[in-house]
């Protein structure tokens, strides 16, 4: 066991008290959440959340704890915490709390999470964006947090500039130590990874290549219960491949004595302003969960494209989503040859671009090596550095993500004609960045 994150944070209980106090919690685990809604093939249904008072957050959460919204909550942390500015968190927590773009929880200290985990009685996790997440990890277990989000991967590239992915991968390496650590004293941490990355036009396999890679890394350092994020790409055909070839790979890759729950992300492009069709892509959203069997649904609000949502339009959100889950709805069903042909490609894909690097003794090299020479990428990093940025993906004819150029992704020569084929479906007369611009602004 190792616990070396928890020694380098000053003023902390001993592991052992914070197991302790871990037990001794009446609410269920989110591990434990995700094991009854996947054998119920009902989603948990959970909401982002974030401010910065204590007071605003309870408030928050109190509205989305109602007994008709979230299955589970979110404290959602502000962007000074997440690239480690703890003074200037601290600062605007008590000089202007309003310009905290969410909770700072470093700065309220987990004695102040403690407040908010014992208030509540169902699972709470914590949800970033940070490339280096150990003080944060520490506080939010001290606190009483048994889920915790991100990857040295999909929470370096997307979100920084210039951070190392090694030292990130490392950083995240010591987490998943001690979520191991404490998987063996009794105290299950759900571990999910952010397969949304930039979070525009995914292709499924890039996204499922990037969280198999963090799955992996945590389920070698003892890691047991793995929530694999997925974002909906608006094509149903296509997404509900993606999910069910997130359990079918996950066989293949991941130590088989872990748990792998399918999540799904609502849309997370460029959303719709006008009201009614936001809540029609919410639904949409809801019944794509339903038909891929995610385990659970990380949802969307009809005020997307116009800021941070308040606290009624995201339990009307949550509350939309559920709807995708009522009986009226059980006549729906995809072609499920069609489904099977989409999952044969993704897999394929998937397993082209990680075969390689799964071949290597040192993983996590291995991992930078090849995002450096790119044969691994992602669309639009902000980590220009890290990262190529050579892939450009457009939609179908049928608004499924293909690739238009595959960069140095190391894909076969039947893999590239199919994705070719696909594109030339779609205005092939059209520039690429034309076509890339259609296609991010589709549902909007």
Known sequence: MSFACFEAVPDMPPVDEIVAYLKQLSRPTMSERLAEADRSGIA?????????????????????NRPDTADCLTLTIDSHTRLLKFDTAKRLLMQAPEQLNGYPLVAHGYQAVREITERYDR???????????????????????????????SYNLPYCRNVSLELSLRAWQEIDQACGGLEELGCPIDREFFGSLSAVLMPPSISLAVI????????RAGCRCLSLAYPQSGNIIQDVAAMQSIRQLATRYVDASAKVYPVLHEFMGVFPQDIE???????????????????????????????IPDAEVNAEGIRRT??????????????????????Y???????????????KPDLITAIVEAFHDGRLDIPFPSNRREALGRIAPVRDSGIAIRF???GKLPFSDEVKAHNKAKCKQSAPDASIFKRVRDSIMYFA
């Open 44 to 64: 948990l249904i959970q909401p982002r959340s974030g401010v910065g008072s204590q007071r605003k957050m309870i408030a928050l959460l109190d509205v989305l």
């Open 123 to 153: 699972p709470i996790q914590v949800r970033h964006g940070s490339p280096d997440g150990r003080r944060l990890f520490v506080e939010s277990i001290a606190g009483g947090i048994q889920s915790f989000e991100g990857g040295g991967i």
């Open 212 to 219: 198999l890679l963090e799955a992996v890394l945590a389920s």
């Open 277 to 307: 069709r936001a809540q029609t892509l919410i639904l949409f959203g809801g019944l794509t969960g339903r038909l891929g069997r995610a385990t659970k649904i990380i949802n969307k609000t009809s005020q997307e494209a116009i800021g």
């Open 322 to 343: 559920r709807l995708a889950y009522e009986d009226y709805f059980s006549f729906l069903d995809v072609p499920r040859d069609r489904v099977d042909e989409e999952a």
């Open 345 to 359: 490609w993704i897999q394929r894909e998937t397993q082209e671009l990680l075969d390689p690097i799964l071949s």
């Open 404 to 406: 238009a150029d595959t």
